[in-house]
């Protein structure tokens, strides 16, 4: 278990930094500083967070996870061969349970940037997100965790090995959806639940991420999963309930998204809700 969680605890090696234009470099950090500000105040909004996000991920960013930050730095640049796109990457200091203890830990991130409308923008790359577990190979045969963790503590030690060696570990861990479509009737009142299996050696957090979606109750029995346990995930839909009002509130039609996210991996499981009349 200290082998597994060593992988992300050491700490991050300042990296020297591409030439660019003074006044390129220097717009760059300030709007990249001035968008992760927004996730260490207790008022984020993400509507301040919205002037950073480009055209193409602004759904996104609203649908996605926010997670509370308690600093950041910026701890390496790459910028393409003219200066109008970046790869920032940043540590954020984060609290995440692990053994029973809640620890404060900087986990590095790849963010990429862009200029729109003669502004440095963050937009959504693939690249930046971790895949499920759930896809690519089955996991190897069972083993005891410290064999496992040893078999890819790489012997390149620098921080890019390291953080793909815990990938590569985590990857061995399954976790998953029993299910990931629900079905329900717009017309008629039902409830289904949805079951997490966290099949990893260690406790993990997950969250909900969706819309408000008028009649529909949708909620997580627990956010902490303990190694080998589950979580459930409760839908209660209710035709007649028209509490929910607001202009936001997506109507109970045709498919609707949600996901379960594993923190601090940022693995994220597609929850489908969809409602088909039977008639």
């Not at 234009?21 to 008022?43: C, G, H, I, K, W």
């Amino acid at each position: 278990m200290i082998l597994r969680a060593s992988l992300f605890l050491l700490p991050l090696v300042a990296f020297a930094q591409e030439k660019a234009p003074p006044e390129v470099d220097q717009e760059l950090r300030a709007r990249v500083s001035a968008f992760y500000q927004n996730f260490l105040e207790a008022s984020y909004s993400p509507r301040k967070g919205e002037l950073y996000v480009a055209e193409d991920t602004k759904d996104y960013f609203y649908n996605a996870l926010k997670q509370k930050y308690q600093s950041f730095q910026i701890v390496k640049i790459t910028y393409n061969d003219d200066f109008t796109k970046a790869v920032v990457v940043v540590s954020a200091k984060m609290e995440i349970t692990m053994a029973g203890q809640t620890i404060a830990v900087d986990f590095p991130k790849d963010t990429h940037w862009k200029i729109e409308n003669g502004k440095w923008c963050w937009y959504y790359n693939p690249s930046d997100y971790p895949v499920t577990p759930m896809g690519g190979a089955n996991p190897p045969a069972g083993t005891a965790t410290e064999a496992r963790s040893a078999a890819v503590i790489p012997k390149n030690s620098s921080p890019e090995a390291m953080r793909a060696a815990g990938m590569a570990l985590l990857n061995q861990q399954p976790m998953g959806l029993d299910k990931s479509v629900v079905t329900f009737n717009p017309s008629q009142a039902s409830s289904a639940q949805v079951v997490f299996t966290n099949g990893a050696d260690g406790e993990i957090q997950i969250a909900l991420d969706g819309p408000v979606v008028r009649g529909l109750t949708a909620k997580l029995d627990k956010t902490m999963v303990p190694a080998h346990g589950t979580a459930v995930l409760l839908l209660q839909y209710d035709p007649s309930d028209k509490s929910a009002a607001s202009k936001d509130v997506w109507q109970p039609k045709g498919m609707i998204k949600f996901r379960i996210v594993a923190s601090p991996f940022d693995h994220m499981f597609p929850v489908n809700v969809q409602f088909l009349d039977s008639k």
